[in-house]
């Protein structure tokens, strides 16, 4: 058996350590975007992160393969949550909005899901996002995008671009040109893989009139801006799908009001594997990322799952993909350290007091304490020296 | 919307057929760089860097980010699973995945053994027949397998069959038909939006000429 041993320092896979210059990064951000969502009014809450797997493990429409499973002491599967939105939902449909509603959820958890490929990505990453439960209109979503937009620049970002569909005008129009929901979900398969060629190839080989095909083959040129909407209504045969439309429209109009629309394009083709959402969705890509940094959109058939028939919005953005686009860490922390010999102590203690006082980050470290002077000093922005005779300072 | 726009390209054949394409589609590319062996190429006047990878890599480099876009086979797609937009079918470079063996012969039902380049692919295309195989990963020379015994079947691609008869195989099943693609990574995608779909449209117009 000595071949599956862990090495001594391995952890299981995706599972990583944060250091102190990782640690104090993310809490940075966290803190900065936490502030924002504070600053709208935005309540954080925790919740466990052992969930039932029937019930969060199945409303989290996270696959089933991605999700860490496990027995507890009854007997009963449960799951590492791998996501925030549905223990939220949870909690919303049995305690919040009993109290108000809407209401207005903040989090920031670490959530888990097994990763297919590549082993090394990470596999527990932290999540910080809100929630907006109860309320259905498209103010809901505009301040949720606003606020997305917002805590972005909070948190130093400037180069960002959130891209915004509706699964809800999307599948009404697959429905209308297709008529069975199974032929809508085989094709919308394709979109969710981001795979075009794909469903072009699919929609040719489907038994369809050339003006239906070329109607299905038009969305994917739905993107773009304000524009793109006349177009998509052009491709509509009924009314059906307009009312989605005008949603968009209207949400385009507040984010003006909020001045965020020069971050947003819309992109009717988007869609994606979270199948709780119904409506408004979007991704959020920032330089430097590979994948979207966030993700968000509207849910409204969620809490029914937990016997509350109610609308809701809201996104996460992944810290660790935040990281990511700030670029490398800095090779010290802002730290000073003083280094002082008994005798000088107390004079020590005098200066280090006074700068803690004023918010400095100081550290006291007794030199006969030090084997290798050099390498400890180094990880410190600036020493102090305490030492010898007392009253003189003396670099050594 | 003056960046550079970076594209892995596969060397080799596959490099020579998109560069003709690209060439149609109006982009003015040197005509001495076929032979130039340097791995990145800068195109100042066309904002483009190309670099030059192994073909199984190009979609690698694409869904890490260290190129925009790519040209990758579908094999190579299939094979990979990359997380990428797959946005054009360039319609070049056309062969097909398929199963070949020794002719007559069959597959051995206590140890099925399969032989391949493509391991994804096979496994996927055999639990999809409810077959259970073991799979050999092999770099090259994929059809000296059956020959020598080491596997019944291989899983190879096929372009026009010379090589399979000329070691006395035949093609059993195809598994899916192989042409090159334009991918694009999933940011660079939204950010660099306005020259990738540009691109795609001078593609397409030539492509479908």
């Known amino acids: ?396 | 919307m003056n960046e550079v726009l970076t594209m892995a390209m596969p060397k080799g054949r596959i490099f020579e057929e998109a560069l003709e394409l690209l060439r149609q589609a109006g982009y003015s590319l040197p005509e001495e760089f076929e032979e130039s062996r340097k791995l990145i190429i800068d195109l100042e006047a066309e904002k483009l860097r190309f670099i030059l990878a192994k073909p199984m890599d190009v979609a690698t480099y694409v869904e890490q980010g260290v190129a925009d876009i790519g040209i990758a086979g579908k094999d190579v797609l299939l094979e990979e699973e990359p997380d990428v937009y797959e946005l054009l079918d360039l319609k070049i470079s056309h062969c097909y995945l398929a199963v070949a063996g020794v002719p007559g012969s069959r597959i051995n039902e206590a140890a099925p053994k399969i032989a391949t380049k493509y391991p994804n692919v096979a496994s996927h295309y055999f639990r999809e027949q409810g077959e259970q195989v073991e799979i050999i990963k092999l770099n090259g020379s994929i059809e000296l397998a059956p020959l020598i015994g080491l596997a019944e079947r291989i899983v190879d691609i096929v372009s026009t069959g010379q090589t399979l008869k000329e070691n006395g195989l035949i093609e059993f099943e195809r598994i899916a038909e192989v042409t090159s693609r334009l991918i694009a990574n999933r940011a660079s995608y939204r950010l660099k939006e306005r020259r990738i779909s540009e691109m795609v449209q001078r593609l397409s117009k030539v492509i479908n000429k």
């Open chain 1, 1 to 396: 058996m000595v071949l599956s041993m862990p090495f001594m320092f391995e952890k299981p896979l995706g599972m990583r350590d944060s250091l102190p210059l990782l640690y104090e990064r993310k809490k940075a951000v966290r803190l900065s975007v936490s502030s924002e969502f504070e600053a709208w009014g935005y309540q954080f809450i925790e919740t466990p992160a052992l969930e039932y797997y029937e019930t969060i493990g199945e409303a989290s429409s996270i696959q089933n393969q991605q999700m860490f499973k496990l027995l507890d002491q009854q007997g009963d599967t449960v799951v590492l949550r791998p996501d925030m939105t549905a223990p939220i939902a949870r909690v919303a449909a049995s305690k919040l909005l009993k109290q108000q509603v809407p209401a207005r959820i903040a989090y920031s958890a670490n959530v888990y899901r097994a990763q297919q490929k590549e082993g090394g990505r990470a596999a527990e990453f932290e999540q910080i996002g809100i929630e907006n439960i109860g309320d259905g209109t498209i103010s809901a979503d505009s301040e949720v995008i606003s606020l997305l937009i917002s805590s972005l620049k909070k948190a130093g970002f400037n180069k960002f671009q959130i891209s915004i569909g509706h699964i809800g005008f999307i599948q009404q129009l697959m429905l209308d040109i297709l008529g069975r929901e199974d032929r809508v979900s085989l094709l919308s398969n394709y979109l969710i893989e981001r795979n075009y060629v794909g469903y072009r190839d699919h929609i040719n080989s489907l038994a369809l009139a050339n003006i239906d095909k070329q109607r299905l083959i038009d969305i994917l040129a739905l993107k773009g801006k304000e524009n793109i909407l006349e177009k998509a209504s052009a491709l509509l045969e009924n009314n059906r799908g307009t009312d989605k439309l005008n949603e968009l429209a209207q949400l385009l109009q507040q984010l003006k009001e909020y001045g965020t629309e020069q971050y947003v394009s819309l992109d009717l083709t988007l869609m994606n594997t979270i199948s709780y959402y119904s409506g408004l969705v979007f991704e959020v890509y920032t330089e430097g990322v590979n994948f979207p940094v966030g993700n968000g959109g509207r849910y409204n058939s969620l809490l029914k799952k937990f016997g509350r028939d109610t609308p809701a919005t809201g996104f996460a953005l992944r810290v660790d993909r935040l990281i990511e686009a700030m670029g490398p860490l800095r090779e010290k922390a802002e730290i000073e350290c003083v280094i002082f010999t008994p005798e000088r102590k107390q004079e020590a203690l005098v200066f280090v007091n006074e700068r803690r006082a004023a918010g400095d980050r100081m550290v006291m470290q007794d030199l006969n304490g030090v084997t290798d002077l050099d390498s400890f000093t180094k990880n410190y922005s600036e020493v102090h020296y305490f030492i010898g005779a007392p009253g003189k300072d003396e670099t050594p």
